[in-house]
DNA sequence: GACCAATCGGACACCGGCTCCCGGTTCGGA
DNA sequence: TCCGAACCGGGAGCCGGTGTCCGATTGGTC
């Protein structure tokens, strides 16, 4: 999202041109969220009542329309993350944090592909969202540990790692997900009991 | 699978007929494993050295071919899990099996999907083997609970839930499957600290 | 109002995967 | 050895999805 009213040469778009960018960018963000990457194109077009050529003309590929939507949530989850590591109560807000984030995703496939994105998905175009995210993240996980609510050993790569897990688990819905994420969180605790598994 | 040798007729298969059965089967267990229900049948056959008609021959579908393979698996997977809830140290062996059991399906793409296929795959083929390996994991999960080294209130349904957020975790890459399976361990204790997280 | 270029829309080429089918081959009983 | 039936191989058809192309349309400027 270079610039969002104009092309690259600078021209500003056509007025039928920006109103077709915008439907298409809402829809996307709507339908993207309710059925996740896999919807196809064409249903998005339909859907915001365009031809499948103006969609690719605005955005070259499935991924790039995919990117420039998810890159927003993405920085604004690290936004949040970032604004509770610097209330109180650490332990609280990092619990709290990491239960609305899988709910949050358990609701928006899309937010859910991005995160569970592995090898996939333009890594460069969401490399400075995901580092938003990160951060954020990790300056959360950081006062908890501080704080002695959380595991010492676990960084903001794991952490990360563990909602994915969350919400596969979710997804599943062979079990109640409050439950499941009870369960992890309550593992990211310190290791307060007698003894942990061992290998 | 209902019978490895002859046809629904009941005549037996001839004797090339017979071998390329096997010799499917064979690599397809292998195939299978090493790149989950995503391979292409083509692949299987080119492996195997026979023409793709003759695969779709003996499985009338890709589904058929993998529900085949994948059920041996999970009857497996539940008869170990059987075996040690009738052994001493319930707790230790659970937790054993737990990481085994994400070892196991880390290294073996089939195992995976055949988990995490929630929706998806015949679920009346895989009925069967899929009671035996809930069974056997109910089995375990008792003792280890009436042995108060798990939290009580998790089912059976609940762990296989875990072992496919452990999975999940583990497909991601960013972080090391042992530390993951470790929370996630620890979490299904029993909650023996402070506080858990509240809503 | 008229003109030109920007934009639209959707038909279409292309691709990869599953499944069917048929001409050719091989088995195995007599 | 010979023959019919069973079996083989892989090409063809189909399907769903992505991305492209071009005639038709529309915006906005003179």
Chains 1, 2 share one sequence.
Do not use: W
Not at 17 to 44: C, H, S, Y
Not at 183 to 195: E, I, K, L, Q, T
């Amino acid at each position: 999202m270079t610039s969002a009213d104009s092309t690259v040469a600078g021209r500003p778009l056509r007025a039928d041109a920006r109103r077709n960018r915008a439907r298409v960018l809402e829809v996307a963000q709507q339908v993207f969220a309710e059925e996740g990457l896999a919807v196809p194109i064409d249903e998005i077009a339909r859907r915001a009542g365009v031809g499948v050529g103006t969609v690719y003309r605005h955005f070259p590929t499935k991924d790039a329309l995919f990117v420039a939507i998810i890159q927003e949530r993405l920085r604004s989850v690290g936004e949040v993350a970032r604004k509770l590591a610097e209330g109180p109560a650490a332990g609280r807000a990092f619990f709290g944090f990491f239960e609305r984030m899988v709910r949050d995703a358990s609701l928006n496939k899309a937010l859910f592909d991005a995160l569970a994105a592995g090898g996939g998905l333009n890594q460069e175009l969401t490399a400075e969202a995901r580092q938003v995210m990160m951060t954020g993240l990790g300056d959360l996980l950081a006062k908890a540990q501080e704080a002695g609510e959380v595991r010492p050993d676990l960084t903001a790569a794991d952490v990360k790692t563990l909602i994915v897990g969350c919400l596969s688990m979710a997804r599943q819905g062979t079990a109640d997900p409050g439950l499941m994420v009870g369960v992890v969180c309550a593992g990211m605790r310190p290791v307060s009991p007698v003894r942990t598994p061992e290998a």
